[in-house]
């Protein structure tokens, strides 16, 4: 099934996916200096700031480049930098919001209570870090579109 969206609600789901994009972005740009200003109070907010913003702006990023690669004539799988940036954010959505922000949650309230978060403050440095990178490196894909179309997109499926 081949649909288009008219070019009006491609706008608002481009700006949505922009908005959300760089809203993920700037959160974890945020988590980070947080980390690497590594003091206790740093670490309370920094847990509270993925408590409070990672999980919408992942999940908002990925619904809406779903709908927009869907709408338009990107498709799913057609393009190898769709999938690589599906991947990308299945990846960090999953890692993220399964593993590093609950982490970073049980530091910042050890941090509340003036206990040390051990080797959490090394993971939340190396690990938004490493999302910052993949969210970047999603976005300059998303500007250049390099490589080929997939086989997907060459032979088309039959009904």
């Not at 999940?59 to 690589?84: A, M, Q």
């Not at 206990?115 to 300059?140: H, N, R, Y």
Request: hydrophobic share 55%; glycine share 8%.
């Amino acid at each position: 099934m081949d649909w288009r969206m008219r070019p009006a609600t491609r706008k608002w789901w481009l700006y949505v996916h922009i908005v959300a994009s760089v809203a993920w972005i700037g959160v974890e740009v945020c988590i980070l200096a947080l980390g690497v200003m590594g003091d206790q109070s740093a670490h309370i907010v920094a847990g509270r700031l993925g408590d409070i913003f990672y999980f919408p702006a992942s999940v908002l990023t990925f619904v809406s480049g779903v709908v927009l690669s869907l709408g338009t004539k990107w498709g799913l799988i057609k393009h190898y930098w769709v999938i690589l940036k599906l991947a990308a954010n299945i990846a960090l959505l999953l890692g993220g919001n399964l593993g590093v922000v609950p982490a970073f949650s049980r530091a910042s309230e050890l941090a509340a209570r003036g206990e040390p978060i051990g080797k959490t403050a090394i993971m939340l440095v190396t690990a938004m870090s490493a999302g910052l990178m993949l969210l970047l490196f999603a976005t300059q894909v998303s500007v250049f579109k390099p490589w080929k179309k997939t086989r997907w997109a060459l032979t088309p499926l039959s009904s």
